[in-house]
Nanobody, 122 residues
Framework: QVQLVESGGGLVQPGGSLRFSCVASGRDISIYAMGWYRQAPGKARELVVTITSDDTTNYADSVKGRFTISRDNGKNTVYLQMNTLKPEDTAVYYC????????????????WGQGTQVTVSS
């Protein structure tokens, strides 16, 4: 059974920083990509950033230059460093992973973390 466990988040003032981590656990899995999406009140869930197994990244324009994703393949973990936070970054952040099982039946699907609140406010 695959699980994504997030840590980090919280309340921060504008201009501040936060750091997230997300660990994917499970037996006999192959991770194709991991990252984060976010959902603000009354809005649809949107991409923040993803990183593939070959370290190709895809950042939302709104976070480029402020957020940085990194990964530790050996630990099935990704990290998100968020700097220069703005009130519009306030949202629930969800860890995401594109994972396939490596034993029969081979199933490839998206997985989601439980979500973590980030509030940027003075």
């Amino acid at each position: 059974q695959v699980q994504l466990v997030e840590s980090g988040g919280g309340l921060v003032q504008p201009g501040g920083s936060l750091r997230f981590s997300c660990v994917a656990s499970g037996r006999d899995i192959s991770i194709y990509a991991m990252g984060w999406y976010r959902q603000a009140p009354g809005k649809a869930r949107e991409l923040v950033v993803t990183i593939t197994s070959d370290d190709t990244t895809n950042y939302a324009d709104s976070v480029k230059g402020r957020f940085t994703i990194s990964r530790d393949n050996g630990k099935n973990t990704v990290y998100l460093q968020m700097n220069t936070l703005k009130p519009e970054d306030t949202a629930v952040y969800y860890c995401y992973a594109d994972i396939a099982t490596t034993r029969w039946p081979v199933i490839r699907r998206d997985y989601w973390g439980q979500g973590t609140q980030v509030t940027v406010s003075s």
